[in-house]
């Protein structure tokens, strides 16, 4: 860890609200001596040097210099061991002017803080044992969570789903090491091999199993569908964005080829994150603007999850449009939608789910549709522990390895001394997830893609 570059005992600051003007803000520090620096700076009637923790004092933070009034304020003191970070730390609830914000930072460096790294309060908390690995990217995802779903699974991870279930095949692993171990040291024993529990390692295979089975969902309520609108032009693909955004978010008009550009956006079907895409209708063109706004929904289809392929119901499946279709149909996840079915005469070709933007008929069959494929049938319970870090999902792949190898070794009879090592780098893998065997490469790598401010 001494090579990793985040300094875990000088004072640091960090805005934890976004950048922009609003009626409150918090600035947080931490670092031991952050309750005495931040003092320097703040003015009310109790010392805030004597605060006990988890207490709030009402002043005003100050110009160290002069003694003038910078903003009216609230803070809070948080005393090590206890807090986030474990660390002495203060919040500052001022209010969300940028030139109030700025002030407060510029005076909190002047007596000492330095500028937070992306992450940095979290890797201390990490650093000072006050949390394991899996609840610190927990927190990252926690805040970048894009539906209610997502949020409830961070959550779970955060209150330690994952960490207690890998000490829970931790401990398996551990009783299988030790009878190992004994029998190493005492070989003459007797009993022999059968003191080794080979079937916990059974067990333990399945309980990993069993969490890696959870990595493709949590890996969508994670990041995402990406679900793309195709078709010729003027089929009612911006129509149909605008229906599942609830807004007239892309242009809509008769004129074919209005959209040339394609357009994204976020919704939540069901809790799972959708980024949805509208693009330019498909034809021959000759604007080169048009021309790159095809070539670029034919990039976006490439790499679209579910396509949802509109059909004018009105005209049905042109000539020049087959080819693509019958390309696209190929896809296990390809919807072929028939559009305006409110228009009467409009019947829906057999294999087409029919839909109408002006009165809504075959949307919530389109958006049960969507689920299914999205799930295939692999619903999450609630308070399930699932994992969607690649990280976590590789640790444990390995860890599966080395314990069928182990168990492997130990049915050919091989030398204990020999399977014991399968068995212990199944071990170190599962304290690379939590975090007791680590390297700098790694934390930084985690740690550098939070917020600054976590
Ligand atoms: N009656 C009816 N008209 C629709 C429906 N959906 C779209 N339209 C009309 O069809 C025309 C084209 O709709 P758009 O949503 O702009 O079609 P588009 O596929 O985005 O077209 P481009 O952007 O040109 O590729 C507009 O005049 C819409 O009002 C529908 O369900 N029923
Ligand atoms: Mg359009």
Not at 122 to 146: C, H, P, W, Y
Not at 250 to 260: D, L, P, W
Not at 262 to 267: A, H, P, R, T, V
Not at 337 to 345: A, F, M, Q, V
Request: aromatic letters at 6%; hydrophobic letters at 40%.
């Amino acid at each position: 860890m001494k090579n990793f570059n985040y300094d875990t005992d000088d004072l640091i600051v960090a805005l934890a609200t976004p950048w922009a003007e609003s009626a409150l803000a918090i600035i947080r520090t931490t670092g031991s001596g952050s309750i005495e620096a931040t003092s320097k700076v703040f003015s009310g009637r109790s010392d805030l040097k004597r605060a006990e923790h988890n207490k709030m004092s009402y002043g005003f933070i100050v110009d160290p210099a002069e003694g003038n009034k910078i903003d009216e304020v609230i803070v809070a003191v948080f005393r090590s061991p206890q807090g986030y970070t474990g660390q002495d730390s203060t919040e500052i609830y001022c209010h969300g002017s940028l030139p109030g914000i700025k002030k407060i930072l510029d005076a909190l460096k002047s007596v000492g803080f330095r500028d937070a790294s992306p992450g940095e309060f979290t890797f201390r908390a990490f650093a000072n044992g006050k949390m394991d690995l899996t609840r610190a990217e927990a927190v990252q995802e926690i805040v970048s969570a894009k539906s209610n779903e997502a949020q409830s699974l961070a959550l779970n991870r955060l209150s330690g789903g994952i960490e207690s279930k890998i000490n829970e095949v931790k401990k398996l692993i551990l009783d299988t090491v030790s009878a190992i171990e004994l029998q190493l040291d005492y070989p003459e024993d007797e009993g022999g091999l059968s003191h080794v529990p080979v079937d916990d390692i059974l067990i333990a295979q399945e309980m990993i199993q069993k969490l890696l089975d959870t990595y493709n969902a949590g890996k969508v309520y994670k990041d995402g569908v990406k679900v793309v609108l195709a078709g010729k032009t003027n089929a009612g693909k911006s129509s149909l964005f605008n229906l599942f955004l609830r807004e007239d978010r892309s242009i809509v008009s008769e004129v074919h080829g209005t959209t040339r550009d394609y357009l994204e956006s976020w919704i939540s079907l069901g809790g799972i994150p959708i980024r949805i895409y509208d693009t330019a209708g498909i034809r021959d063109a000759s604007d080169i603007v048009e021309i790159e706004g095809i070539k670029r929904t034919r990039n976006i289809i490439d790499n679209g999850d579910i396509i949802l392929y509109l059909v004018d119901g009105v005209l049905g499946l042109q000539p020049d449009e087959e080819d693509e279709f019958r390309k696209l149909g190929q896809k296990s996840n390809f919807i072929p939608l028939c559009s305006k079915i409110d228009i009467e005469g409009v019947e829906v070709p057999s294999g087409f789910l029919g839909i109408s933007t002006v009165d809504h008929t075959g949307f919530s069959q389109l958006e049960n549709k969507l689920k299914e494929m999205v799930f295939k049938g692999s619903y999450i319970k609630s308070g399930e522990a699932v994992i969607d870090s690649e990280r976590q999902k590789e640790l444990l792949e390995r860890c599966l390895t080395e314990l069928k190898l182990f168990r492997e070794g130990m049915e050919n009879g091989i030398a204990l001394d020999l399977v014991a090592q399968d068995i212990k780098e199944a071990l170190d893998c599962l304290g690379e997830i939590t975090g007791e065997i680590t390297t700098a490469d790694i934390l930084e790598n985690m740690f550098s893609q939070f917020c600054v401010g976590k």
